[in-house]
Each structure stands twice: as structure tokens, then as C-alpha cells.
């Protein structure tokens, strides 16, 4: 036990950690400039952490569901973002690492007549219609590796079969410099309390932390 947070039979292994965090907007515009020459105003677009299969053919599929639903709800796919990780630096176990999807990050832009309210209600249509679609495909022999972790223009929740001292050292993004953020709360499994770690215009890379999910 890691104070109180779950490990498997492998010290390294945990059973579930995470935080969740504003969305830095300089650092993700920067991003989506530098990857697909897309400029972004703060709300006028969604970032979201997305657990994938790990099969190609599967993986694809459930892309595509996702993109259609977002065709669907009158918004606008921005790209995928291959979310940073660093299994080695975090020293994560080989029972998570089998089990590990495909972490990539979704962008959608918002529809210019629209407003944010109900941007945020387009995004939750797209994920949880995506998501039971994917669940009940019996076809889908990895479905239960598809999992969107959060989908909104004004938070972001990185998360895993961790523990809660891997995670700024698993997702890269959490320990870039320009990765600043006034929220972050952080969770343990087992546990259902949240702490938050942060103050205004904190850098993650500055907290060590332990979360419970």
C-alpha cells in the first residue's frame, strides 16, 4: 500500500491514480499550432485524454466513431495528439505496461454559432454516445480498453494503472515548465476523496504529490 493507494503484486504496479487540471491554454494552443497550423481562442475548443485499443484495426474503428460523432454534433475535429509518455522514467511495471492502450489526445473545435454551454453539451453527447457504442460491440474484442477519460474546454484528467508517485513522470506533458495550471486535483484508487495540490498559476513539475482516484 501507498498510503492507502492500491499496488498489485508488483511494487510498481498501482491500481489506479490520476489528476485532473485546468486546461493551460498557452501550452495547448502552442501545441495545436506547432502539430496541425491551427489557431485557437481559450473555450472555443475541447482537449481530452483517450484510452484506445491497442490493435490497429480496433483502434481505428473507434476513431472513427468518435469522429463521426463529432461530425454528427456540428463540430469540428482538430486532430489527434499522440499523448507524451515515459513508461521507463515513471518506472511502471510490466503487468500495467501489458495492459496499457493507446493514449491519445481528442481536439475538437468548437462551432462558430454556438457557445460554450452548449459545446460542453455537444462534447458529452459525442462521448458518452461514442462510449456505449464501443462498450456494447461484441465484434470489439478490446472494447473495454476504450475509455475517454474527459472531454471538456475547461479541464483535463491524466490517469492509469499507476501510482500516485508515477504520474508526472508517466505523462510528460504534467512536468513541462509551460504546463501551468491554478487546479489540480489528484486521486488515489480506493478511496474516493480528492485534495487539491495547486495554487494559482502553479507548475506541476513542482508538485510531488499523492492522489486518490
Not at 498501482?14 to 497550423?37: Q, R, S, V, Y
Amino acid at each position: 500500500m501507498d498510503h492507502r493507494g492500491g499496488c498489485g503484486c508488483e511494487a510498481n504496479t498501482g491500481d489506479g491514480a490520476g489528476i485532473l487540471t485546468n486546461i493551460p491554454h498557452e501550452f495547448f494552443a502552442k501545441e495545436i499550432k506547432k502539430l496541425f497550423n491551427v489557431d485557437v481562442e481559450k473555450g472555443a475548443y475541447s482537449v481530452g485524454n483517450v484510452f484506445l485499443p491497442q490493435d490497429d484495426k480496433q483502434r481505428i474503428h473507434c476513431m472513427s466513431l468518435m469522429e463521426a460523432s463529432i461530425i454528427n454534433e456540428g463540430q469540428t475535429l482538430i486532430g489527434w495528439r499522440d499523448t507524451p509518455i515515459d513508461t521507463d522514467k515513471a518506472d511502471v511495471g510490466n503487468i500495467a505496461k501489458t495492459s496499457q492502450p493507446i493514449i491519445k489526445q481528442l481536439i475538437i473545435a468548437k462551432a462558430d454559432d454556438i457557445d460554450t454551454l452548449d459545446f460542453e453539451r455537444a462534447l458529452f453527447v459525442i462521448r458518452k454516445h461514442v462510449s456505449h457504442n464501443i462498450r456494447t460491440d461484441a465484434s470489439l474484442s478490446q472494447a473495454l480498453l476504450f475509455y475517454v477519460c474527459s472531454l471538456s474546454t475547461t479541464v483535463i484528467i491524466y490517469k492509469g494503472m499507476l501510482m500516485g508517485s508515477q504520474v508526472l513522470n508517466f505523462y510528460t506533458d504534467l512536468s513541462d515548465p509551460k504546463y501551468s495550471t491554478y487546479l489540480g486535483d489528484g486521486a488515489f484508487s480506493l478511496f474516493n476523496q480528492y485534495f487539491p495540490v495547486l495554487g494559482q498559476g502553479a507548475t506541476l513539475s513542482l508538485y510531488v504529490t499523492q492522489w486518490r482516484d
